[in-house]
């Protein structure tokens, strides 16, 4: 079993920043694929960012860079930093964990998800 939990959520003015992150336990390893996803009020959840096993990563927002996703294997702590927020990123914001993603990125089937953080970004 994996146990994951996030934290770092809050409101923010638009152009602002927030890190979000998550803590892993369980049975979790450091070879485990982590991902994050958002899921905001009347849409369906999205991926945002994922970081495989060997360090890969691949973000929906690659062009703007304004999402990055980390982790610290010593800290069992996963991360992503969320630079130039805009409102439409008002959401919760799910931590999730796979075995393998297979490459897949954020379309992989993650099993463990926390129970998500909202982030809250005001005009």
């Known amino acids: 079993q994996v146990h994951l939990v996030e934290s770092g959520g809050g409101s923010v003015q638009a152009g602002g920043s927030l890190r979000l992150s998550c803590l892993v336990s369980?049975?979790?390893?450091?070879?485990?694929?982590m991902g994050w996803f958002r899921q905001a009020p009347g849409k369906e959840r999205e991926g945002v960012a994922v970081?495989?096993?060997?360090?890969?990563?691949t973000s929906v927002d690659s062009e703007t860079g304004r999402f990055t996703i980390s982790k610290d294997n010593a800290k069992n702590t996963l991360y992503l930093q969320m630079d130039s927020l805009k409102p439409e990123d008002t959401a919760m914001y799910y931590c999730a964990a796979e075995f393998n993603c297979y490459g897949l990125g954020v379309t992989a089937h993650f099993t463990y998800w926390g129970q998500g953080t909202q982030v809250t970004v005001a005009s």
């Open positions: 970081i495989d096993s060997d360090g890969t990563t």
């Open positions: 369980g049975n979790a390893n450091n070879s485990y694929c």
